[in-house]
């Protein structure tokens, strides 16, 4: 076999591999589980779990390879790539996913009524919550303990629908950001929460939507 012939069918080859190099990423990309996202964790933590509640309709906590998702209130279901309550609790409705000490959130929260995310997660009367409290883009982080809301500070100055919310926990400090405001507070006696996820609350709680929510805890 010549020089020129052993160059041609080396190019080939090499050819070849590149070709099917290619076509396994294109379909590992197209084909690839959407629920990992591109969010990341804040600095200083580690992503937990992420949901873009991209399958199949049904329960919150239903479907392949799905978060671990709790509803702790009301009842929760997937439809059209979002979460909402399907079936409302009295006074306010919770899911949540055990992330470790120090739970955080980030999510995508669409509504104008009291939508919102909780974080440091114990139990019913003692967690954190970030929420929207009035159709003008105000929105409260409260410290909810032994069942009585104190507020701790309020974000506010947009009238969007859809905003990011997320709450981050690296106690004391707690940072909660709306958008591209952001505001943190230090809180002494902090609890040790163990679970972050959804909160929406009367009046109207079907009226929320969550999407690409991202559950970290700090490293």
Request: proline share 4%.
């Amino acid at each position: 076999m010549s020089e020129n012939v052993k160059q041609r069918e080396w190019v080939r080859l090499v050819a070849g591999v590149v070709f099917v190099v290619v076509i396994i990423g294109a379909f590992t990309f197209l084909f690839r589980d959407r629920s990992q996202g591109t969010a990341t964790a804040p600095p200083g933590s580690s992503v937990v779990a992420k949901d873009l509640f991209g399958r199949a309709s049904g329960s919150l906590e239903s479907g392949k390879k799905t978060t671990n998702w709790k509803s702790v209130r009301g009842g929760w279901r997937i439809a059209a790539g979002a979460a909402f309550v399907s079936e409302p609790a009295q006074f306010f409705n919770v899911a949540v996913v055990d992330a470790g000490l120090n739970a955080s959130i980030n999510a995508s929260v669409s509504g104008r009524g009291y939508c919102g995310v909780v974080a440091n997660y114990v139990d019913q009367n003692n967690y954190l919550s970030l929420v929207r409290v009035e159709p003008y883009g105000v929105w409260n982080l409260e410290l909810h303990r032994n069942g009585t809301a104190q507020l701790m500070a309020t974000i506010g100055g947009t009238k969007s629908v859809m905003l990011k919310a997320s709450i981050a926990v690296e106690a004391p400090i707690v940072t909660a950001t709306v958008g591209d405001q952001h505001v943190s507070v230090s809180i002494s006696d902090l609890a040790p929460g163990r679970s972050a996820g959804l909160y929406a609350a009367d009046p109207n709680p079907s009226e929320c939507a969550f999407d690409d929510v991202v559950i970290s805890r700090p490293n």
